[in-house]
């Protein structure tokens, strides 16, 4: 398999495991979200300990964590990672699966903003076109709910900015992955112990099933993570973007025809104007791409010896 393919292959794997989470967070109920998001922690830093034994790559978590600036970069990245766990988690078990897909839909947008006031990153006109209209789209959508989407509003925040924490440390996916799960894996140990302590706790209390499902999170975390970074080592950053939309696509098809939540003609509205500013946003960046490539391909060829 070409390296093209296997990028592509890896990232619509990644992004339709993203997908199914709707259906899997469920399975870990009669837990919280809070028990969920702290076994997810700690089962994740035991299997991705695990890989890097196997591929051994501690000389890349050794190497990160003898860097203060790293270190401190990537722990606010576990807490906004831990803290988009946790948002998605409620959201998927109080039956609001529509709105965290909104989230996810919302994401690019919030992510080209943050360039702009983290980075001084400047937007194309067509860029600032779809930025003004998801912002109709929010406003359209509050109407609907009678409040802001704070869901999907925190989940595009958290992630956004745990993309700029990433961007500002250069770890590879694994360790990275490693580090901030160990910087945040006392708290969630201890989280652990509280509710367990408090008999609120259901590892050992709801059957070998139920703790089996528990110890998976750390499979189901890890895993497209791992085959996101495959892709994006491998396929172009368009087409990265484009496959990015079967998350939110996959998880509103989920909330609408498996948990049958309500979609009343204003939310669909909204919804409507949020995929037309993601049309703008994505036939801008595809056009920058391709006049980006010609550029290249015009560009005279030097020979080095």
């Known amino acids: 398999m070409d390296e093209r393919r296997l990028g592509v292959f890896s990232g619509l794997g990644a992004y339709a495991l993203w997908g199914l989470f709707p259906l899997y967070f469920p399975l870990l109920e009669p837990a919280g979200g809070l028990e969920i998001v702290a076994h997810r922690v700690l089962w994740s830093l035991l ?5 890097l034994t196997v591929v051994r790559r501690w000389g890349h978590v050794r190497a990160a964590a003898r860097n203060p600036r790293s270190l401190l ?3 606010g990245a576990a807490v906004l990672i831990a803290a988009n766990w946790l948002i998605f988690v409620y959201g998927v078990n109080s039956g609001q699966v529509v709105e965290t897909s909104l989230g996810y839909f919302i994401n690019p947008l919030v992510s080209v903003l943050l360039g702009v006031v983290v980075f001084s990153e ?6 600032w076109v779809a930025v003004g209209v998801a912002a109709v789209a929010v406003l359209v959508l509050t109407l609907d709910y009678g409040r802001p989407p704070w869901i999907a509003l925190s989940l595009a925040a958290t992630f956004g900015l745990y993309g700029v924490m990433k961007k500002l440390v250069a770890v590879e996916a694994a360790p990275g992955l490693f580090l901030e799960t160990a910087l945040v894996a006392v708290p969630a140990a201890v989280t652990l112990g509280v509710l367990h302590g408090g008999g609120e706790g259901t590892f050992a209390n709801a059957g070998a099933g139920h703790a089996l499902l528990l110890m998976s999170s750390g499979v189901a975390t890890a895993v497209p993570l791992l085959l996101f970074a495959t892709a994006a080592r491998r396929i172009p950053l368009s087409t990265v973007g484009l496959l990015q939309y079967l ?9 609408v025809f498996v948990y049958d939540e309500p979609m009343p003609p204003a939310r669909l509205a909204g919804f409507v104007i949020v995929w037309v500013a993601l049309a703008v946003f994505t036939a801008d960046m595809l056009r920058h791409a391709r006049a980006g490539a010609r550029r290249t391909s015009r560009d005279p060829v030097v020979v080095t010896p």
């Open 47 to 51: 299997f991705v300990g695990i890989l």
């Open 73 to 75: 970069v990537l722990a």
């Open 122 to 127: 400047r937007l194309r006109p067509l860029q």
């Open 247 to 255: 998350t939110p696509l996959m998880q509103l098809a989920i909330g």
